[in-house]
């Protein structure tokens, strides 16, 4: 977990430079508008209605949650850490529209633990959390029993399992060309086979064994609710931007921009595959 500055304001409204945090696309407020701001309008799509009642399981800094209240949504995010609900929960103490939002309350909760009067609940969702929640299978039938008849679960999601070979030797060639002028701050081997086999080999199985690939999640989210949209995100790039170096700020948000474009040109082309995805779909009533 990254060490926070004392005044850190995980905002999407109120972005700023936080250059102390070297590892974390929160240190420039372009690098956020690519990823977790893209990520927002992902959710803000995938969501029809007024004045609906929202659960964001791992809601994390909380930003999401927030902005879906600034929308007139009465929203619960709940997290097991209670450092990171400590600090969301500052940043909605701190929210100057807080006069004109919708309910607001974060928990530190494991969601197995938590519980909620069942049918509460019209949209539940979850953002990049449940590729690291063990047998989702289990979490999505609580999110289900929690949900209204007709309510949604939508999920933005991270399929690591995935990751090719051709998106591996795209990313080999962006961070190496990076590497050689000074501009990133880890280091591959020079020889591009021995580097596209790093890259594998850190997707695919220098991870935690209970993260979940693809089809442990997609399965049980078609068994519990009736899908409406399914698509690919960009999401390689993430890795990129994070760890990119380059001094001329005004050139880093280009080139940022600009790997984002790559990345979703070649998805569109089919010449790579995406990996993150969102998953939109209804609760059957019963």
């Not at 050689?180 to 880890?186: Q, R, W």
Request: aromatic share 10%.
């Amino acid at each position: 977990m990254p060490r926070y500055p004392l005044d850190f304001t995980p905002d999407l409204r109120r972005l700023k430079a936080w250059p102390s945090m070297k590892d974390s696309l929160w240190r420039q407020p372009y690098l956020i508008e690519l990823t977790y701001a893209d990520n927002f309008h992902l959710v803000k799509d995938s969501i029809r209605g007024r004045n609906l009642k929202i659960l964001e399981v791992g809601c994390g800094t909380g930003f999401m949650s927030l902005e879906l209240a600034r929308r007139g949504h009465d929203v619960v995010g709940i997290d097991s850490n209670q450092k990171i609900i400590r600090l969301a929960r500052r940043t909605m103490e701190t929210d100057p529209y807080s006069k004109t939002r919708g309910s607001l309350r974060y928990e530190v909760a494991d969601f197995n633990k938590w519980s909620d009067i069942p049918g509460t609940y019209d949209v539940v969702l979850f953002s990049r959390v449940l590729h690291d929640l063990p047998y989702p299978k289990n979490i999505l039938f609580r999110a289900c029993r929690l949900l209204k008849n007709g309510g949604r679960v939508v999920c933005i999601e991270y399929a690591y399992d995935r990751t090719d070979r051709r998106s591996a030797t795209w990313l080999y060639q962006i961070r190496r060309a990076l590497e050689l002028t000074g501009c990133y701050s880890s280091h591959l081997p020079e020889n591009p086979k021995e580097g596209i086999d790093t890259i594998m080999n850190d997707a695919l199985y220098r991870r935690r064994e209970h993260i979940n690939t693809f089809e442990e999640m997609k399965h049980p989210l078609e068994q519990l609710f009736v899908k409406e949209r399914l698509s690919w995100h960009c999401y390689h790039c993430w890795d990129v931007l994070i760890d990119m170096r380059v001094p001329d700020r005004k050139r880093e948000k280009k080139l940022a921009s600009l790997f984002k474009r790559m990345e979703q040109l070649l998805i569109d082309s089919g010449e790579i595959q995406p990996v993150l995805f969102r998953f939109v779909g209804t609760k059957v009533p019963v």
